[in-house]
Nanobody, 124 residues
Framework: QVQLVESGGGSAQPGGSLELSCAVS????????MGWFRQAPGKERELVAT????????FYANSVKGRFTISRDNAKSTVYLQMNSLKPEDTAVYYC?????????????????WGQGTQVTVSS
C-alpha cells in the first residue's frame, strides 16, 4: 500500500520559516518525481515545487522562488520543503505527490499518488 505522509505544518509569523516533510512508503521512491502542491480556500490546487527522481533538477512556482527549497533523501524515502520568508499568502493546505517518471511533472492530474495534506497558516 502506497502512503505519503506529510508533517511539519503549523503556524508561523510573516517572515518566519517552516519545514515540511513527506515520508513515502510502498513504492520505489528513487524512481519517482516528487512535487509539493498547495490549495488555499476557494482556490485551485497549485504547484509549489517539483524535484526530479535524482534530486538533480528542480522547478519552483514564481511565487515561491528564492524563498522555498525542495529537496529529497532517497535513502529515507522522504521529500522536504523548506519554506523561508513566509507570507500570509502562503497560507494553504500543502500536499506532496509522487509520479513514476524520468522527468519533472508540473500539473496535478499527472501525479499518481497524494498525501493527505498539512495545514500551513501564516499570520501575525
Amino acid at each position: 500500500q502506497v502512503q505519503l505522509v506529510e508533517s511539519g505544518g503549523g503556524s508561523a509569523q510573516p517572515g518566519g520559516s517552516l519545514e515540511l516533510s513527506c515520508a513515502v512508503s510502498g513504492l520505489a521512491f528513487s524512481n519517482y518525481a516528487m512535487g509539493w502542491f498547495r490549495q488555499a480556500p476557494g482556490k485551485e490546487r497549485e504547484l509549489v515545487a517539483t524535484i526530479l527522481w535524482s534530486g538533480g533538477s528542480t522547478f519552483y512556482a514564481n511565487s515561491v522562488k528564492g524563498r522555498f527549497t525542495i529537496s529529497r533523501d532517497n535513502a529515507k524515502s522522504t521529500v522536504y520543503l523548506q519554506m523561508n520568508s513566509l507570507k500570509p499568502e502562503d497560507t494553504a493546505v500543502y500536499y506532496c505527490a509522487a509520479k513514476s517518471t524520468g522527468g519533472l511533472i508540473f500539473t496535478a492530474p499527472e501525479y499518481d499518488y497524494w498525501g493527505q495534506g498539512t495545514q500551513v497558516t501564516v499570520s501575525s
